[in-house]
Each structure stands twice: as structure tokens, then as C-alpha cells.
């Protein structure tokens, strides 16, 4: 089984912070991870081939440094990474990210006969990315899945949607996005880790590998603006309360109970 | 000059840290209070390559270079300081010697499964009369046909509880003035050798640390590292690296002690601020962070010669110093910082300050290293 991972280089998420002029995340002096949900991924990834054979490609579109978590995916078990990278690629959207990982997969030879990325980023979090490449790769979608089965020429995957277990049969190829109840990404043997940054390559593209034009990519590509961006001011509030350990017990437990924490019925159960 | 360690080097650390914080910083605790180290963390670590840091793959191992082994000890010890020592041991002053002065057979025999984490490695030098004092060594190898009958008492082994083959140091001539030392790969089982009960240490706990007792131990000529004489030669380098090492164990400490220490002054309110408001916990603070960053500077740049090919022998010594007393620093003043509650065992910084205390003394004591410093600067 073909499979192609995709995965994103985020923001350690601590230290997210916002440029709000720029409107974009600062990456400068914050290390850069792999969006933990394409580690359950790739987990899933490596344990279908596993069972089934195959290969694993991992795909990333992003800035030269984004070569640090396609190495760190080989050394999780990827067989071979591509970077997708080219100044022309810079303020892409959703769409325009879509778009270019969507036109790699479709230069790949074989085609694949499954594309997993995760649900979500845990910097943007559009969870557009995984259903935009189906789309424009006309392949059958499932997101958000917990289950993988391979049966035969397809797959029986399920997930957990509004408190129901919905279970799916698709045809390959298709494409999935995962949950993180799907899998729990292994440890790294530190040799792994090694040989992944001395002696294994990464595979360029860049926008002309690509056959793509300026206008399709990046900015240019991008069907929205962020027109604004402003840190939406902390809801939390604290409140002080003094006064006998007695009776700052009971305002905790009428403040839980208004709160519908605590159910008045089992108060004294 | 380029300061900042490798993309390679960075993701080893999240690597080793999301594993320590995992596996680790759960039993370190209860390592700690019953004296013991669980096998399923060794196994896992053997998995991981844990036991063959820096010894190439074709021998079992991970194949890292200095800076990265410089790395993963720290990370180690920052969850738990009784299993960074057992990695440090292992891997700089037993499976490293024998990768470097090791035959092909010494390798393939003891190196690989040692590498793979199958079979723990120790080294021992010290005696009861010869700590500081090498030249005092009392164990004795007297050649027998084909090999070589062992007596004497080794003390302080750490993983010596768990341990399956040992460098043992002992003394190869009886007549002339000068003692020459040479090494012997001992196996655990090799009948004559004999361990003690575990001490009961004041940190490092988790350790077992022992005596092993050897009274005529067989041991084949094979199993001789090096050739006969170069004991000291071998121990002295095997040291060097190992400085490395502990000043990283230090750094590792240190840090564990910084992290929890800054979190707690944000927390603990008196006078109705948080202590961290205070001018002199702030001092407490820079200082100790301050430190703790030269500590690291040291220790990496020990590593970083080593990798080079440099010779480390004077900044292994000043990391090794620097770095164990800076440990020492932060826990004592951390604990302080933590009030009455530092001095309970509900805050993981009084097992800190008793696990930063050894890195004082082995490896060579702060005074020992303070000799080889001055040695370096011409001193007699
Ligand atoms: C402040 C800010 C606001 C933004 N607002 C918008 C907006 O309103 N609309 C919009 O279209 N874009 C917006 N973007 C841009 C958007 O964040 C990027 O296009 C981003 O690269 C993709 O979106 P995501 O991270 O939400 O991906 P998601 O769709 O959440 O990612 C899901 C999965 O897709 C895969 N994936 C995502 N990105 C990549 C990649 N680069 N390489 C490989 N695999 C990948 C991964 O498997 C990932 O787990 C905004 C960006 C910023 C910084
Ligand atoms: C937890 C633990 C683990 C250990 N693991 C090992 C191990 O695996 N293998 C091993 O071989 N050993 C090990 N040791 C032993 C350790 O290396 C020795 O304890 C250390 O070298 C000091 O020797 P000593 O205890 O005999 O002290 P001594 O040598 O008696 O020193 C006592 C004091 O005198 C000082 N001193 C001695 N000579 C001088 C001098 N010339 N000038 C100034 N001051 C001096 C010392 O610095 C020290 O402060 C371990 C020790 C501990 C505590």
C-alpha cells in the first residue's frame, strides 16, 4: 500500500504568538514541531504498512526549515520525504496550501492508494487542508477517523461524530483525516534519529517541479485576506473570597451548582 | 562562531525530553524511595538505544556524536537523575572503552549486547583504600597460563546491582617500582566475582550501587582490554569522557531544579505578592539561571572539542567542576526558595539536592578536578 502523509511544521504551542501587523504567527526563535496530529498520522501510516507492505511518503509544503520535521518523520519510518518549498509559496491560504500539496500527490508514480493527514493544525486549525486535497483530487474522504481496516481493495475506517461511532466503507485510493484516538505516535530509537539527519535525502520541489503558475500559489492563490487580527481579550476571570473555611466551602459548592458542575441532588450523597 | 546545537541535536532533545517526561518523571519518585531501578525502563531504553549512545550502528548502536550524548544525558537526568547516571556509566566509562580499545571479539562478544541494552555495563576503580588516590589500588591480576587470577575489592559500582560485564582495574605486576594496571572485562557470572548488598545512598537512589568482591577470579587473557600496562591509560581517558557526561547529569539537574524553582516563586504568595516579586528571590533566581546557562556552555563545548577531535582534557575537568557545583547551587538555593515545604518530600527539589550532591565527588571529586586544572596551567 501506497501511502502519503501530510504533515505540517507548527509552533510549539506554548509559545504561539501573533504578529499583529504582519498578521501572521511568529515562527523567529520558536522551535518548530510536527502538528501532532499528523504524528497519529504517520503512526497510523507505518502500522498499515505493517500489515499490508508498501511504502510511506511524507509530503510538506513550507520554508526550508520545514526539512527538520520531514527528518524527523523518516526517522519515525517514513521511506521518503518531499518538501514542497519556493518564496512563491509564502501567505498561502488553505485553498492555495491545498492546491499545491494536491498537485505533488498528483505527480507521484505510482498515485497513491491513501493520503492521511490530520484533522487539525494545532496553529491555524481550519481542518481545511485534508477535505481541499480530496476535493481536488476527486478522491472519496473520511475525516476524523479513530478506525482503520483494510479490507481487500478498501477500507473500513470509523470515527466519533455528535456521540455516534460512524463506520465507513471507502474505495481506495482515498483520503483520510485522523483523530487522536486513532493511534499513539511510538518513541523514537535515537539511531533512527541519526540516520535521518546524516544519511537520508530530502526530495526539492519547488513551484516549477511543479508546473504551477505564480497566481495558483502562495498570496496570489489565496482565495482569502486576513483583513484584521486582534487578541481576543481573556474571558477568565478571578474572584477573591474571604471569610471561615465554612462558609468559603459553601460558596464554592453554590458557585459549582449555578454553574451546573455540581447537581444540587447529589449535594450531600 | 556558531553556538546554537544542530536541527539534529534540537530534535534528539524533544525527542529524549517527551520520552523522559513520559517514562521517567513517573517512577523517578518511587525509584527514589525504595532503591530500585524497574526492568521495563531498561527494556524500553534498550529499544530505544538508550544503552549504545555514541557506538556506531554496526555494532548495535545509535551512533551519535558527542554533543547529542552531551544532550541526551541531560534530558535524562532532568526526570530522573538515577537513570541518567545509569546511562551515563554505561555508555562513557564501560561500553565506549571497549569500543575504543577493544579486539573485534572483545567487540562482537561484550560491545554488541551491551550496545543493544541486553547487558549492563559498569567500571571499577575505586577501592576502600584508593579513591582519589588511584596509585593506592590494591586489586591484583596475577598471570596463570592462559589468563589471569583476580583478588581484590572494588567499591562504589554504580549499576553494579544490575550489571553483567565489569571493567575491572587491577594491578598486572607484583615486582618493580612503578604499578602497572591493566583492564579486565569481568562477566557477572564469572565464578569469584561476587556482589555486595546495595549501598544506601543519600541520592542517586535508584542506583543500585555496590561492592564487588573478586577472590580468585579466572579470567582468560581475552578478556584483558588493552594491553597489559595500559590500565591507566584507559581509565584516564575513559575519564575524561565521563566528565563529560557528569557535567551533564549536572546540567540536567540543574535545570529540573531551575524549572520547578521559577514555577514556584510565581505561585507562593506572602505579603500578598508572589515570591518572585521579591528583589531577593529575583537575585536567587538571575544568578541561578545565569549559571546554569555558562554550566551548559562548558559542558557542550567539552563535547563539541571532543567531536572535533580536540583535545578536551582541561575543559572536560572545568565542565565537569563547573557544572556539578552550579547543580549543587541551584538545589540548595531552590530549596530555599521552596521554604518549609522544599525540605518535605510533597517537592521533588529535596531529592534534587541530595541527587546533585554526587556529582561532586565521583568521576573525581570537585578537589580532583580542581588538580587536573591546575595541572593544565603548569601547576606541579
Ligand atoms: C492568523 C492567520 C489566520 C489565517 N486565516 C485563514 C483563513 O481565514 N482562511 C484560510 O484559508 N487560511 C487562513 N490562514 C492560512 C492557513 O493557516 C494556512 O493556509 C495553513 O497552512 C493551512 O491551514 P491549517 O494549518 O489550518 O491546516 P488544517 O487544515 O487544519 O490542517 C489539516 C492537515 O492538513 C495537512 N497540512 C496542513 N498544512 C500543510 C502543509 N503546509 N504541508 C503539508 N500538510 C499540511 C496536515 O496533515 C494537517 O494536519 C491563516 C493563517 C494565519 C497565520
Ligand atoms: C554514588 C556514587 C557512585 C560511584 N560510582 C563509582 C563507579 O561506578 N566506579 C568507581 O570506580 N567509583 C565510583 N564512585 C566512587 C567515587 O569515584 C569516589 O568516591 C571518589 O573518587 C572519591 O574517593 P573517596 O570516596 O575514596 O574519597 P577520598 O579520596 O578519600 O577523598 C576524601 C576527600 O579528600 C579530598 N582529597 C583527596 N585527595 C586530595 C588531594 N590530593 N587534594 C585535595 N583534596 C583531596 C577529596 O576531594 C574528598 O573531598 C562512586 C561514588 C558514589 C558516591
Known sequence: MDIIVCIKQVPDVPNIRLDEHRMTIIREGVEGIINPLDCVALEAAVNLRERQGGRITVLSMGPPQSEEALREALAFGADQAILLTDPAFAGADTL?????????????????????????????????????????????????????????????????????????????????????????????????????????????????????????????????????????????????VTGSTQSLVEHVIRKLEALSILDEESGNG | MYLEPSMKQMVIRRTVRKFAEERLSPVAVEMDATGT???????????????????????????????????????????????????????SVSANPIYEFGTEGQRKTFLVPMAEGQAIGTFCLTEPNAGSDVSSLGTIAIRDGNGYVLNGNKVFVTNGGMSSVNLIFAVTNTTGKQKRYSVFIVESERKGLEKG?????????????????????????????????????????????????????????????????????KERYQFGKPLSEFGAIQNYLVNLVTRVEGARLLTYRSAYLKDQGLAHTKE?????????????????????????????????????????????????????????????????
Open chain 2, 316 to 380: 572536560a575537568a572545568m565542565a565537569k567542576l563547573y557544572a556539578s557545583e552550579v547543580a549543587v547551587d541551584v538545589t540548595r538555593v531552590g530549596l530555599q526558595i521552596h521554604g518549609g515545604y522544599g525540605y518535605t518530600k510533597a517537592y521533588p527539589i529535596e531529592r534534587y539536592y541530595r541527587d546533585a550532591k554526587a556529582c561532586e565527588i565521583y568521576e573525581g571529586t570537585s578537589e580532583i578536578q580542581r588538580l587536573v586544572i591546575a595541572r593544565s596551567l603548569g601547576y606541579g
Open chain 2, 37 to 91: 531501578f524497574p526492568s521495563e525502563i531498561i527494556r524500553e531504553m534498550a529499544k530505544l538505544q538508550y544503552f549504545g549512545l555514541e557506538i556506531p550502528a554496526h555494532y548495535g548502536g545509535a551512533g551519535l556524536d558527542a554533543v547529542s550524548y552531551a544532550i541526551v544525558i541531560e534530558e535524562i537526568s532532568r526526570s530522573c537523575a538515577a537513570v541518567g547516571l545509569c546511562i551515563c556509566v554505561h555508555n
Open chain 1, 96 to 240: 492555495a496550501t491545498s492546491h499545491v500539496l494536491a498537485t505533488a500527490i498528483s505527480m507521484l508514480k505510482p498515485f497513491p492508494d491513501l493520503v492521511i493527514c490530520g484533522r487539525q493544525t494545532i496553529d491555524s486549525d481550519t481542518g481545511h487542508v485534508g477535505p481541499q486535497i480530496a476535493e481536488e483530487l476527486d478522491l472519496p474522504q473520511v475525516c476524523g477517523v479513530n478506525e482503520i481496516h483494510p479490507q481487500g481493495d478498501s477500507l473500513v475506517v470509523k470515527r466519533l461524530y455528535d456521540g455516534f461511532q460512524d463506520t465507513f466503507r471507502v474505495n481506495t485510493p482515498a483520503l483520510l483525516t485522523v483523530s487522536q484516538d486513532l493511534s499513539s505516535p511510538h518513541h523514537i530509537p535515537l539511531g533512527d534519529l541519526e540516520r535521518a539527519f546524516s544519511d537520508r535525502e530530502i526530495i526539492r520541489w519547488a513551484i516549477k517541479d511543479l508546473n504551477l503558475k505564480p497566481e495558483e500559489v502562495g498570496l496570489g492563490g489565496s482565495a482569502t485576506r486576513v483583513w484584521k487580527l486582534r487578541k481576543a481579550a481573556s474571558k477568565r476571570r478571578g474572584e477573591i
Open chain 2, 197 to 265: 548488598p546495595n549501598e544506601e545512598l543519600m541520592g542517586m537512589r535508584g542506583n543500585p550501587v555496590c561492592p564487588i568482591a573478586l577472590n580468585d577470579c579466572h579470567v582468560p587473557v581475552e578478556n584483558r582490554l588493552g594491553g597489559e600496562g595500559q590500565g591507566l591509560k584507559i581509565a584516564l581517558s575513559s575519564l575524561v569522557d565521563g566528565r563529560i557526561g557528569i557535567a551533564s547529569q549536572a546540567l540536567g539537574i540543574a535545570q529540573a531544579s531551575l524549572d520547578v524553582s521559577l514555577e514556584y516563586a
